[in-house]
């Protein structure tokens, strides 16, 4: 668990920055967009029989920085926290599970007679244990 919340601090860190990033970036920057998808929403919405006005306010309230930049904001702090749980799930359960066995391994000389292949064999007490 230990290992799983400090693996997130940087994901949100750069998720809460993104985030920052997309609701400045739509406030100040490109003020354009949302109206330009508003207008193009709505002109589908009469065009289909709807009331201009209830579109517009329907589109306007959903479309907008703060909604973009928090849906986005939970969305990849959602897969943020899935990815880190699966890397940290992969490196609790195969890494560790594989260094512990390779520390625990010992190099056995090869029986008389035989080359030595200098590959690495369990010792016969780990063998016993089974952690080989």
Known sequence: MQLFR???APSALYVLLTGFFLYAFYTWMDVTSFPWHVNALVDQAVLAGKDEADARAR???FFSPFNYASLS???MLLLAAFNTLLVTVLLHKVVRRWCARVRRCRLRPS???RAS????HCSSSAERRGLC
């Open 6 to 8: 400090r693996a997130c």
């Open 59 to 61: 589109f306007s309230e």
């Open 73 to 75: 904001f939970f969305l």
């Open 111 to 113: 029986p008389p007679g």
């Open 117 to 120: 292949t200098g590959s690495c």
